[in-house]
């Protein structure tokens, strides 16, 4: 049931891609495990799920990747994040999920340039959090950083985008820029500068 739960947020994303800016400051989903077996290949998972949710197996396994790639490995996350994963994982839990997503990333399986800088990113994660030392390390710097980050609502950065500067541009900028849009929405071009 919690796969299912992953495999859905998965689908409505790649359905909807205008929702990737805000499930980056989402929760991840209960069952994201089950994405990361999608993407890592497991055939025998991947045909059970399929056979219940109704989709092929390539659709699964494109939702699966653009959720992970967007979301998961974003350069903004956190390092649990890149894993799947939480604060509170046992290192057995993140030492899966890293290998799962090697499986999918690794050079020698023929991932593009993009997805070896994902690579980098999860075994960077990876490198970090199985220390204990310097896991405590990073579990103190992301604790200091969420308490001088006021927190942001489920509505985004909606805060952070009324606090930038509006420009406005000059007169002629804004003459020529009317006269775009007027010739524009009247279909004349001819009078466009």
Known sequence: MATEIAVKAA????????RVKAAR???????????????????EFIDGIADATGRAPEVLHEAAAFF????MLNHESDLYRNLGSSPDASGH?????MALLM??????????????????????????LSNAERRAAYDARLEAARLTIAPVHSTGNRERALERPFAIPNPSKRRRLLSLFRAFMLGDRRSSP
């Open 11 to 18: 689908l409505d994303l790649l359905l909807l891609p205008t």
């Open 25 to 43: 400051f989402e929760p991840l989903p209960c069952g994201i495990e089950g994405l990361l077996r999608i993407v890592s290949g497991d055939r």
């Open 68 to 71: 992970i790639e967007q979301v």
């Open 93 to 97: 839990e993140l030492r899966n999920r």
């Open 103 to 128: 499986q999918w990333l690794h050079p020698d399986k023929g991932a593009s340039s993009a997805r070896n800088a994902l690579a980098g990113r999860v075994m960077e994660a990876w490198h970090t």
